[in-house]
Nanobody
Framework: QVQLVESGGGSVQAGGSLTLSCAAS????????IGWFRQAPGKEREGVVY???????????AYTNSVKGRFTISQDNANTTVYLHLNSLKPEDTAVYYC??????????????????WGQGTQVTVSS
């Protein structure tokens, strides 16, 4: 059973930075699709970035346009923890951030529909 635990949220002023962590356990699949999502009050959950690590090697990453150049995803060498580095934060980045895994082997994408394992979420608040 895959479990995901996020940490690292907090409150910062605009322009500040945070690093979120997503620790995965019980992951026995050789290919991994991990995504970061966020949900602001009254809004739908939106995809922020995903990282796809196929069994054949390589790493594929895709960001939503609003965070390109500001957010960076990374993964430790053991592929057990995925990090989301949030830089140049804006008030509109305020949301609960979730990491999620697609263990069904679907094509990795930014839509939350195909992700079946979710963490509990971590709050990010950016003040102006």
């Amino acid at each position: 059973q895959v479990q995901l635990v996020e940490s690292g949220g907090g409150s910062v002023q605009a322009g500040g930075s945070l690093t979120l962590s997503c620790a995965a356990s019980g992951y026995t699949y050789t290919s991994r699709c991990i995504g970061w999502f966020r949900q602001a009050p009254g809004k739908e959950r939106e995809g922020v970035v995903y990282i796809y690590t196929p069994a054949t090697g390589g790493r594929y990453i895709a960001y939503t346009n609003s965070v390109k150049g500001r957010f960076t995803i990374s993964q430790d060498n053991a592929n057990t923890t995925v990090y989301l580095h949030l830089n140049s934060l804006k008030p509109e980045d305020t949301a609960v951030y979730y990491c999620a895994a697609d263990t069904y082997g679907n094509r990795c994408q930014l839509s939350p529909i195909t992700y079946n394992i979710w963490g509990q979420g971590t709050q990010v608040t950016v003040s102006s």
